[in-house]
C-alpha cells in the first residue's frame, strides 16, 4: 500500500522538478517547452483511455471473445483499463459497488468465463470456469 501511494505522488513531483530544470536552463521558454511536453503527454493519456472506453461501449458488458485466450494474456498487476482494453468490453462488476477488492467477469459465448479480482485499479488474481458440458464433448468427440 505504502509503494502505491508513493507512485501517486511520482509523476505531479516528476513535472515540477522537469518544470524547474526547464526555467533554470532555458527561462520561460523552457518552461513554455516542458509545459507543452507535459499537457502532450496528459492529452495522450486521455485519447487512450477516450478510445479505450469507446470501444468499450459498442459491446455488451462482460462479453469477451474468447475466455481462454483472456486468460492465457493476463498478468498480475496489470490495470483494469489495460484488461477492459484487451477484452475491449467492460466486467461486469460482481462486488458491492465502490467496495476493495472489486470482483469482475467476462463471459464468452460458450459459457466460459474469467473472475478477476482488482485491489486499488491493479489486477491481483483470476480464476477461468469452463462449463461442464463443454469439457465433456471435448472427451467424447475430440477430433471433431
Request: glycine share 12%; no cysteine.
Amino acid at each position: 500500500m505504502r509503494a502505491m501511494n508513493f507512485k501517486k505522488f511520482l509523476v505531479p513531483v516528476g513535472a515540477i522538478l522537469l518544470l524547474g530544470l526547464a526555467w533554470r536552463s532555458g527561462g520561460w521558454g523552457g518552461v513554455a517547452l516542458a509545459g507543452g511536453a507535459i499537457i502532450m503527454f496528459l492529452l495522450l493519456h486521455f485519447n487512450r483511455a477516450m478510445q479505450v472506453l469507446k470501444r468499450a461501449a459498442e459491446r455488451p458488458v462482460g462479453y469477451v471473445g474468447s475466455a481462454v485466450m483472456l486468460n492465457a494474456k493476463l498478468k498480475p498487476g496489470v490495470t483494469l483499463m489495460h484488461v477492459i482494453a484487451m477484452t475491449r468490453a467492460l466486467g461486469e462488476l460482481r462486488s458491492p459497488k465502490d467496495e476493495q477488492p472489486e470482483h469482475y467477469r467476462w463471459t464468452d459465448g460458450g459459457d466460459s468465463y474469467v473472475d478477476a479480482v482488482f485491489v486499488g485499479g491493479k489486477l491481483q488474481s483470476w480464476t477461468m470456469t469452463r462449463p461442464e458440458n463443454a469439457a465433456d464433448e471435448e472427451t467424447q468427440n475430440p477430433a471433431a
